[in-house]
Nanobody, 120 residues
């Protein structure tokens, strides 16, 4: 079983940037497809981005394309989400997740989340 711990959230002004990190421990990190999800207050959790075990394939929700970049460092057992040109609607708790299938899921392990607040 893999354990996931997110970090890097915080308060940022609109137009600013943040880099989220997700450190994994447990079973082999390269076994996993990794994803980032977010949940805004009063809304359902939504998919943000995913990356294949090799890092060669990525996928994004349309609302973040061109602004967010997902990457991974398998030597460090870490996945990242670089978020640029942040907007107030990006405000949410961001979760990383691990799966063993397609980029679309399913995901079976989740971190505790890190809060991102974007002020206008």
């Amino acid at each position: 079983q893999v354990q996931l711990v997110e970090s890097g959230g915080g308060l940022v002004q609109a137009g600013g940037s943040l880099r989220l990190s997700c450190a994994a421990s447990g079973r082999s990190f390269t076994s996993y497809t990794m994803g980032w999800f977010r949940q805004a207050p009063g809304k359902e959790r939504e998919f943000v981005a995913a990356i294949s075990w090799s890092g060669h394939t990525t996928y994004y929700v349309d609302s973040v394309k061109g602004r967010f970049t997902i990457s991974r460092d398998n030597a460090k057992n870490t996945v990242y989400l670089q978020m640029n040109n942040l907007k107030p609607e990006d405000t949410a708790v961001y979760y990383c997740a691990a799966g063993v299938g397609a980029l679309s899921g399913p995901y079976h392990a989740w971190g505790q989340g890190t809060q991102v607040i974007v002020s206008s």
